[in-house]
């Protein structure tokens, strides 16, 4: 008996490795979730829902864009790094998530490299600074003008503690050397409708949402947070042409739990690139 449960036990671990091999070609046989550690209405949302609809199409199963806003993202990105890794849970990881939090919080709930296996690079782009439209400024000159001469009466607002968009206002006011009040938000979208009613006096957050209300004259645009102009406003003054050096740019990337296959992630980073067309603008 003990010679034949050897034997089987050994024709059993012998196929253990063909049958993990199936199983991964196979992949995706059932839904596929991306959290977005943020709230919809955002660019991180935004980017996750054009991913999973070009994988939705190709594959035929159901991708579900989950949004766990809270904390600058940590809330949703530690739900993730528990996760099974088995391909079916994703996470929409961001500058906030896995670069500004680990510096910022002394307790997380996740480590960004040894919890997460990196899937592809999604997006990079640049902040826009915007004011409301009552505010008597249009260039980033001006702004500084009079953000000196009202030094402490005025108020930005920010996506929220921490985040990107709260950073990159930071670095604005500690280069021209003035304070303003900050005011957090939510969301962007929660930030962008409290300046259109007035209540904030200006912010600087992701141009992939703010720049439609730019265009459309709910805001006012002064300037890109790049060192020079983009192809998408070049008309729009870098900020680093007014304040030389000044520079604070966003990415996006998709992760997988730490110890998912590597023949899934490859297959994923193909449809990263199938569906963004490398796009690193």
Known sequence: MRRRDFLMAAAVGSLLPQTIARGQDAWPQRNITIVVPFLAG?????????????????????????????????????????APPDGYTLLLGTVSTHTINPALYSRLQYDPERDFAPIS?????????????????????????YAKANDGKLNYGS??????????????????????????????????????????????????????????????????????RVAAAPDLPAIGETLPGFEATGWQ?????????????????????????????
């Open 121 to 145: 690079p999604l997006v990079r782009f640049p902040n826009l600074l915007v004011v409301r439209n009552q505010l008597p400024v249009k260039s980033v000159q001006e702004l500084i003008a």
């Open 42 to 82: 955002g660019s991180a949302d935004l980017v996750a829902r054009l991913f999973a609809n070009h994988f939705q199409a190709k594959y035929q199963v159901s991708v579900v864009v989950e949004n766990k806003g809270g904390a600058g993202g940590s809330i949703g990105t530690g739900i993730v790094a528990k």
């Open 159 to 228: 996506s929220g503690n921490g985040t990107s968009s709260h950073l990159c206002a930071v670095m604005f006011l500690r280069a021209i050397g003035t304070t303003m009040t900050h005011i957090p938000f939510r969301a962007s979208s929660d930030e962008m409708a409290a300046m259109i009613g007035g209540q904030i006096d200006l912010a600087i957050d992701s141009m992939t949402t703010i720049w439609p209300l730019a265009q459309g004259g709910e805001v006012r645009a002064l300037g890109v947070s790049t060192a020079s």
């Open 253 to 281: 990337g998709l992760f997988a739990p730490a110890g998912t296959p590597q023949p899934i992630i490859e297959k994923l980073a193909e449809e990263v690139i199938a569906s963004f067309c490398c796009r690193m603008s």
